[in-house]
């Protein structure tokens, strides 16, 4: 019997092959330090969760991910972030490229004031995805059925995505960020507008989807990060504190930080 | 008080209360053995409710912790270990219990010598029991350690006070009765044993989140062959649970 202390284990040799390097990476909101020097490698085919208090940047950090700070004029993202080796933050680099390989879902669901086809078929048309009406239904048709909706809408394309319900929306808007064949899912609480019912099918969905994609989740729910995560990674006050595999962060974490907030006690 | 922290307190106070009442009754049950007492023995055996009420107390604590609190790694372990430990004081006075009813019977009959060698070997049980909550309540993995090794001792000790009562048995057939009273409080004293140790697991999960080791990896004497319970009658044998990961 091992009566002795849990050895800090060292970091887990990755399963998988690396989607992001991130190095030295820091955010400036204005003055404000929002993300500081953050270092971590993201792993592809699994699903990754951000936890932590409520402003330590883990939103921040994920729209490092595709560039979705960009759209803040008074955000600056310095360091270094690499998707499979390459530099997002290039020049050359193209952010709206860049966004239908690194596609978003937020955590209010967001659909365009269009049809659930036109909503589907939005990203593949401004990327010029598909070349004929045939394909783009089929795209449309395949991007519904793996976010779980093609069955409840298949009648009602025409309709619009807003006459939906909110898990529904939040379906359509996963179909959206799918249809234009992203390699990565970024996912900002997901589930916080949905019940438990649809929240427990979007988290199907992130399984069947983890074999295809890398996918990122940020959750207030640690069980939700429990269930649906491989590994997890704990922030606060734009540090990342801890990360690792899922069952050993919220089994036996090294950090007193981490174990006070997945219990609830971070005042 | 936030989060978790006032519940689990509460919870190991709980735990604490009724290994005080465990301890109590032991200690009384071998009191009542020693000076063949048959009132303290029905004393102690009328006050064995109070465990089974107590264990249904911090079941019921425990699953409200689970329910409104969902407590991760520590916390967590510390509800599940409580509840194993809560169901393990409950088979403690059992055995407490059990010896008491052999007491009773035994104080009808003449002194027997074996009844003091008994009896050491309970005090030695009670004083693992004791040890082992308290590691538990202190987080103590040291003092689990040492309780969680000197199992062994009880069982050396079980092994010598079987032979004894065998051959006095063989010696003097007027004396099998008895001996057979002693026989049974001799392995319900060992199996205390056992529940000590298994506390002192627990102790160990709690703190550093290892699962304890199979049953059969603990160091124990050979028991007695052939008179000893199969292998599975080990108290709640191993196992605690650990987070399973989605991996695969
Ligand atoms: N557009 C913005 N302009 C200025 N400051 C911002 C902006 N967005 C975020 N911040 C600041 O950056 C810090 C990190 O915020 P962020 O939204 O990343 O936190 P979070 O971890 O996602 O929190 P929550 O769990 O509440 O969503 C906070 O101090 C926040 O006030
Ligand atoms: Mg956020």
Redesign the interface.
Known sequence: ??????NPAAQAAP?NDLKFACRGVNVHYGDAHAIKDLAIDIEDR??TAFIGPSGCGKSTFLRCLNRMNDTISICRVTGDLKLDGEDIYAPRVDPVQLRARVGMVFQKPNPFPKSIYDNVAYGPRIHGLTSSREELDALVESSLTKAGLWGEVKDRLDKPGTGLSGGQQQRLCIARAIATKPEVLLMDEPCSALDPIATDRIEQLI?DLRSQFCIVIVTHS??QA?????KTAFFHLGHLVEYG???DI????RDKRT??Y?????? | MIGTDAEIRKLSNAIAEMGGVAEANLSRALDALSRRDAALAAEVILDDKRLDRMEKQVDEQAVRILMMRQPMARDLRAVISGLKIASTLERVGDMAKNTAKRAQILAEGPAHRSIGPVVRMGRQSLQQLTQALDAYANGDLELARQVWRRDVEVDELYNSVFRELLTYMMEDPRTIGACAQLMFVAKNIERIGDHATFIAEMTSYVVSAEAPPPADERPKAPLEAGFDEPEDSAPASGAAPSVGSNAG
Do not use: C, H, W, Y
């Open positions: 019997m091992t009566l002795t202390m849990e399963r699994l699903v399984g640690m069980q429990a269930r649906v995560s491989q595999d899922t069952a919220f089994n036996k974490p174990e006070d997945i219990n609830g006690r971070f005042g």
